[in-house]
């Protein structure tokens, strides 16, 4: 029999794990050195029996699995969650170097797609919605354009337990913010969790003041100022002594699966299915074992019911290497029922009570930073400060082309803004929270796009719109003037060793004497409401040149409209 066995593993026909299969290369060594220890290998000979019809009775349960083999590979596989029109599987691969961490990291967020052929191979789901430390996702909402993640940094870049969102930007997912959930306390390094489609109830899996034993599955819910409650233990009937892990809330909001080592079962952990009862959320059916065929003696996680489709979705490590792989199973008649359900949540019954604050008006601002001179994306560090919130963004680390990303913020809050990027001029700006774009559409959906002067000799740079009587130096538009001048002023304040050169231009109609030192009356203009507005005059020469550098046609009415303008120049 071992020779049969050590012939089969050497054919790659029996998988065992690393450590099996090194005792076992090991008792065929023994077992060439004689007689003298017989009684040895008469124990390792049982040993071996005992490993090979445990491997045979997990062979055998494994046949009603259905293995996701474009998707799995030999790191370790768990979670899926599909999007609401079942097209992409999302779950967690760890031990991969492309990983945030690398091999050591504890599960980055990879993704595939669905084909005409089955599922794509899988591909990692980018820097923007991963980090070094656990990720993993919560779920969808319902039309899919928002996703909730295990796990978060904060402003200064530190890895907070918790839950965040994010949400589908043209290509891609915008930068997580954290989600408020009131006095979440995490003792655990494991979160999991479950969202439903209406994003108004949560459920996780974590260890906090009021535990059992190890993690618990908890209740949250959101209230209408977008905040949620202070999640509750949801009792005795879920909860045991040992680890609850993994919930999925179903559709109709009263089916949970969640995985469990604390109900006994098949192995490791089993996945259970529970009915609630009533508006408590703490009282529940008898948690029943999916069975054999779902669960074995390895570990089984994260049993996921898409809304379209033949198979529910889950990961067990069933084949004995101690890493999860995707599997689906077929659905029966009752969770075929709940693909169809339309969620609508009933009014939880919650048994805190907390106080109501009247909704608050927030707008999702798309932004981006570019370059002054041409409009394209910039990789630099931006900083907001709104409210009592910090939120920092690096665009480098943003998967999209166009550097794009989105901030929910109340209406109306004054937001500061402080960007730095190699090779420009220090950003700083102050605006109020707006649905429309600050400086100009940059497409049909509003973008506010922050424009960074390159810190460079000669780079020259045009000030729109500042314009003047006709004939004479003074400003046609004061509220035009300051607005546009505003951005200039600011980045001198905010680089106190810039130096410029502000040049006046004209159109060639008139006396070319006239003409220029009309645009030096102009530039000189400028230059006073710099230094009115603090800005030393020492650190601006002024030069006209009327209209010697045409940049238009003179012969046409938007030719003479270009040629009329002001420009700075940086000299130092």
Not at 193 to 208: A, C, N, Q, R, T
Not at 489 to 504: A, H, Q, V
Request: aromatic letters at 8%; hydrophobic letters at 35%.
């Amino acid at each position: 029999m071992l020779k049969n066995v050590i012939q089969r593993l050497q054919q790659g026909s029996l998988k065992l794990n690393p450590y099996l299969r090194s005792e076992i290369f090991s008792i065929s060594y023994v077992e060439r050195k004689g007689n003298a220890i017989i009684a040895l290998k008469t124990t390792l000979y049982t040993i071996l029996l005992v490993l090979f019809c445990n491997q045979v009775m997990l062979l055998g349960q494994s046949q009603s699995h259905i293995k996701m083999d474009s998707i799995n590979s030999s790191f370790d596989e768990q979670n899926p969650v599909l999007t609401p029109d079942g097209k992409r599987m999302y779950f967690v691969r760890s031990g991969h170097p492309r990983n945030e961490g690398g091999v050591i990291d504890r599960g980055d967020i990879w993704y595939s797609d669905k084909t005409e052929t089955g599922w794509s191979v899988a591909k990692h789901g980018g820097s923007t919605i991963n980090h070094t430390g656990l990720n993993g996702i919560v779920g969808f909402s319902a039309d899919g354009e928002r996703i909730y993640l295990l796990n978060y940094k904060d402003a200064l870049g530190n890895l907070q337990k918790g839950i965040a969102m994010a949400e589908w930007v043209k290509d891609h997912w915008s930068v997580p913010q954290p989600v408020d959930i009131r006095y979440f306390e995490n003792f655990s390094e494991y979160i999991s969790g479950s969202i439903s489609p209406d994003e108004k109830v949560m459920i996780l899996s974590y260890k906090s003041y009021d535990t059992y034993g190890n993690e618990d599955l908890y209740v949250t819910f959101k209230e209408s100022n977008g905040s949620w409650t202070p999640p509750e233990n949801m009792g005795v009937d879920l909860n045991t002594l040992g680890e609850e892990w993994a919930p999925y809330l179903a559709p109709d909001l009263k089916t949970l699966y969640f995985s469990s080592n604390g109900f006994g079962g098949q192995g490791g952990r089993d996945i259970f299915v529970s009915q609630r009862k009533d508006g408590t959320w703490k009282d529940w059916t008898d948690p029943v074992n999916l069975g054999s065929e779902v669960n074995t003696a390895g570990m089984e996680l994260g049993y996921n019911i898409p809304k379209l489709g033949e198979l529910a979705y889950f990961s067990s490590t069933q084949n004995s290497e101690g890493f999860g792989d995707i599997f689906g199973f077929p659905l029966n008649k009752t969770e075929k029922v709940l693909q169809e359900i339309v969620s609508k949540t009933e009014a939880p019954i919650s048994q805190v009570t907390t106080p109501m604050t009247p909704d608050k008006p927030v707008v999702v601002m798309t932004m981006q930073v570019l370059d002054i001179r041409n409009d394209k994306p910039v990789s630099g560090l931006v900083k907001l400060n709104f409210g009592e919130k910090e939120v920092e963004v690096n665009t480098a680390d943003l998967d999209s082309p166009d550097k794009k990303f989105l901030v929910t913020i109340e209406e109306g809050l004054e937001v500061n803004v402080e960007i730095e990027a190699d090779g420009f001029l220090k950003y700083k700006e102050t605006f109020v929270a707006s649905a429309k774009p600050l400086q100009g559409d940059i497409e049909a959906k509003a973008v506010e796009g922050f424009r960074l002067t390159p810190r460079e000799v000669g780079t020259k740079i045009q000030i729109p719109n500042v314009l003047f009587n006709e004939g004479t130096s003074s400003f046609a538009d004061a509220k035009t003037t300051e607005i546009q001048l505003s951005v200039l002023i600011e980045l001198m304040k905010n680089n106190p060793d810039l130096e410029i050169r502000l040049e006046g231009h004209t159109d060639n109609r008139g006396n070319p004497k006239l003409l220029k030192e009309l645009s030096l009356d102009r530039v000189n203009a400028v230059k006073d409401y710099l230094v009115e507005k603090g800005i030393s005059g020492k650190r601006i020469e002024t030069v006209g040149f009327g209209g010697e550098k045409p940049v238009g046609q003179n012969s046409t009415d938007s030719g003479r409209e270009k040629n009329r303008r002001v420009e700075f120049i940086i000299i130092k």
